[in-house]
Each structure stands twice: as structure tokens, then as C-alpha cells.
């Protein structure tokens, strides 16, 4: 089976393109303000369009008012949302009609509990992707470099479409995808060289190391 690969936060040419070359599914632009990896809408528009028809341009907000999503949503012309704050069922299922986009919503986990907080959302999110909790003091709700316990994912609904997230690179990527098996995975700060500067070597490492741990499973 064919697994998404989201390469998100991307800002620059550079980054996009290793992101393209690697065999990215989707690729993602943050549009929340405090994070190092904000990018204009009109620049996210501009730098999605090396990106059509080759990967899925993902918008990532935080519970955005309608007036940014309508500057966002003209401007870059995504192919999906992700929903990345605390936006509730009704929102997502306002959200999609609004812009006739499918949307991806971002929940935080940490124990197996917290996948209880899909069921609300079935049948109104097209996407799930389970991310780690945010450290405290952190001001960023995603983007942070901090990964969650993977066995937890065992418990989940096999139906669920949902990409796996959080401290991922090219370290423990096979651990990863060997122990929870997801049908896609999402990765930031494990390919940056500092916060919000992506580098695109190290883009090109994640993939080769995606590569190997799926060819070793093939083996
Ligand atoms: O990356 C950010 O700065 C960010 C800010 C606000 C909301 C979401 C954000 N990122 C969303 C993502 O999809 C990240 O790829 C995900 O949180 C994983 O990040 P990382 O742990 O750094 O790989």
C-alpha cells in the first residue's frame, strides 16, 4: 500500500523542490503566526504551484476566523485543510462546505484514551493526523519536535485514514512505521537544521531512510 508522505512548514524553493524530489504525497505551509515556519499566503500561493499536480498543497491553520481562511484559501488555493487547533466537529463539517475542500484534523495524543476524541469526527473529517502533545511553555501546537508513544495507535478503528506525526526523522522513522504501521506519516522539525529552516539534505535523508525501512519490511 501506496504511504502519504507530508513534508510541512515548508518556506523556500529549496525545501519545496527536495520535498517533490523525495516523493512527497503532500506538502504543507503553516499559517499561524507565532511559528518560525509562517508563511504569507500570497508566498504559500506563489510556491504551491511547483507542487501541482505532483503533491497535495495542505493549508495548516489553528482555529482561523473565516476572513483568514477566505485570504488563505484564494490565495493559495489548497487542496485540503488541516485543522490544527481546537476546532470542533461542527466547524470542520462548516469548514469543508464552505471551500468544497476535505479536511485533515489534528488531534494531540498522548495515551490511548485520547483516541477516543476521533468518534466525533468520523464521517465529517476526511483525515486524521495524530500528533504529540505540546510541551509546556511551548506556544506552538504542532511543529514541536516531540514525539508520543506509537503503541498507543494499536488500539485504534483499522478504518481510520490518518497520517502519523511528532518528533518523527530519519532515525526512528523505521521504528515508526514498523511498530504502529499508519497509512501516512508527517514530518517538520526532523528536517529542519534549525526552527523553520528546512534543509534540504536533510529532506533527502528522511526519504531514503522511509525507503529502507519499507524495503526491509518487503524483504
Ligand atoms: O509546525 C508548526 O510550526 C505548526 C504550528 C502551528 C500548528 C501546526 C504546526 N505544524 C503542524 C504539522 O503538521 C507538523 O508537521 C507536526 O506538528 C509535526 O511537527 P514535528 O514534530 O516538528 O515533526
Known amino acids: 500500500?501506496?504511504?502519504?508522505?507530508?513534508i510541512c512548514g515548508l518556506k523556500t524553493d529549496g525545501a519545496l523542490a527536495a520535498a517533490l524530489a523525495g516523493g512527497a504525497s503532500h506538502v504543507?505551509?503553516?499559517?499561524?503566526?507565532?511559528?518560525?515556519?509562517?508563511?504569507?499566503?500570497?508566498?504559500?500561493?506563489?510556491?504551491?504551484e511547483a507542487a501541482r499536480g505532483k503533491a497535495k498543497a495542505v493549508a495548516v491553520t489553528v482555529d482561523a476566523s473565516d476572513a483568514f481562511l477566505d485570504e488563505i484559501v484564494a490565495a493559495m488555493q489548497p487542496d485540503m485543510l488541516q485543522l490544527h487547533g481546537s476546532e470542533t466537529p461542527d466547524?470542520?463539517?462548516?469548514?469543508?462546505?464552505?471551500?468544497?475542500?476535505?479536511?485533515?484534523?489534528a488531534l494531540s495524543v498522548s495515551e490511548a484514551a485520547d483516541l477516543e476524541r476521533v468518534k466525533p469526527f468520523i464521517g465529517i473529517a476526511d483525515h486524521f493526523l495524530f500528533d504529540a502533545k505540546p510541551p509546556k511553555g511551548s506556544e506552538l501546537p504542532g511543529g514541536n519536535g516531540v514525539a508520543?508513544?506509537?503503541?498507543?495507535?494499536?488500539?485504534?478503528?483499522?478504518?481510520?485514514?490518518?497520517?502519523?506525526?511528532?518528533?518523527?526523522?530519519?532515525?526512528?522513522?523505521?521504528?515508526?512505521?514498523?511498530?504502529?504501521?499508519?497509512?501516512?506519516?508527517?514530518?517538520?522539525?526532523?528536517?529542519?537544521?534549525?526552527?523553520?529552516?528546512?534543509?534540504?539534505?536533510?529532506?533527502?535523508?528522511?526519504?531514503?531512510a522511509v525507503r529502507a525501512a519499507r524495503d526491509n519490511r518487503a524483504a
Open 91 to 105: 466547524r470542520v463539517a462548516e469548514l469543508k462546505a464552505r471551500y468544497n475542500l476535505p479536511a485533515m484534523k
Open 148 to 208: 508520543f508513544d506509537w503503541h498507543i495507535l494499536a488500539g485504534l478503528d483499522a478504518g481510520v485514514d490518518y497520517m502519523l506525526s511528532g518528533g518523527l526523522n530519519a532515525a526512528n522513522i523505521g521504528d515508526a512505521l514498523r511498530l504502529a504501521n499508519p497509512p501516512g506519516i508527517d514530518i517538520s522539525s526532523g528536517v529542519e537544521s534549525a526552527p523553520g529552516v528546512k534543509d534540504p539534505a536533510l529532506i533527502e535523508l528522511f526519504f531514503r
Open 28 to 48: 504543507g505551509f503553516i499559517f499561524f503566526a507565532k511559528s518560525p515556519r509562517y508563511v504569507e499566503p500570497a508566498e504559500a500561493g506563489r510556491l504551491r
Open 1 to 6: 500500500m501506496a504511504l502519504d508522505i507530508k
